[in-house]
């Protein structure tokens, strides 16, 4: 199972996460966020990851 956090705080809304991942991310209120937290494939969530400038979104594999 892949476990997904974010670090609401930390996240300053660039989109970058919505923008590669938009099936699992999406913009609400100026910030992104996760669809699902736990995940059977990790997907393009890691891209999504790394491509955060902030590195407010872990991935546990």
């Not at 670090?7 to 809304?13: H, L, R, T, V």
């Not at 099936?23 to 491509?51: F, H, R, Y």
Request: with cysteine; hydrophobic share 35%; glycine share 6%.
């Amino acid at each position: 199972m892949i476990k997904i956090t974010q670090d609401k705080e930390a996240c300053i809304g660039c989109g970058a996460c919505a923008a590669i991942c938009p099936d699992n991310w999406e913009m609400i209120e100026g910030k992104s966020q996760p669809i699902k937290t736990e995940l059977n494939e990790v997907g393009c969530n890691k891209e999504a990851a790394s491509s955060c400038p902030v590195n407010c979104i872990t991935i546990q594999e």
